[in-house]
């Protein structure tokens, strides 16, 4: 009896750690084209602290657009458009792929090449029940870092 018992949990906690929350991702519906939005990454303390630097920050992603790719199977695409950074490097605009993956409902994994592993680079939020509207939030501090916006 206590064997049954003991699986009839065992079962009701498989399922309900099978729900989906508002925070979990799904592969298949996060995939898609998004065009992300590098504004937040220019922050008003780092303005206030270092004046220049913010300058020169802020005129390098003037005009800057940036679009990631995430395919269903793993694999994305990083296409970018910095106008004036182009000038220097013309190279910074060729699309860049990478590989990816989500673990523990929201952490986004790109593989590294060097290390020849997935590593965690950042947690997703997503802004409403859909994935519309996505926020990159840090790892460590779970601030907000850029904000990403689907694209059709």
């Known amino acids: 009896m206590k064997k049954v018992i003991g699986i009839f949990l065992f079962f009701i906690f498989l399922s309900s750690c099978g729900g989906s929350s508002s925070s979990s991702f799904n592969t298949k519906k996060f995939a898609g084209r998004y065009k992300v939005d590098v504004s937040p990454i220019l922050s008003l303390d780092e303005a206030k602290t270092d004046k220049f630097g913010y300058f020169i920050l802020s005129m390098f992603a003037m005009g800057a657009e940036m679009d990631l790719l995430f395919y269903e199977k793993g694999d994305g695409m990083l296409k ?73």
């Open 80 to 152: 970018c458009n910095f106008s004036l950074i182009s000038l220097l490097a013309p190279k910074v605009n060729q699309p860049y792929p990478f590989r990816w993956c989500i673990t523990k409902d929201s952490l986004l994994n790109f593989y590294n090449d060097s290390l020849q592993k997935m590593e965690p680079s950042f947690i997703l939020r997503k802004n409403s029940g859909t994935y519309d509207f996505i926020t990159a939030c840090d790892i460590d501090s779970h601030e907000p870092l850029f904000m990403m916006t689907r694209q059709n």
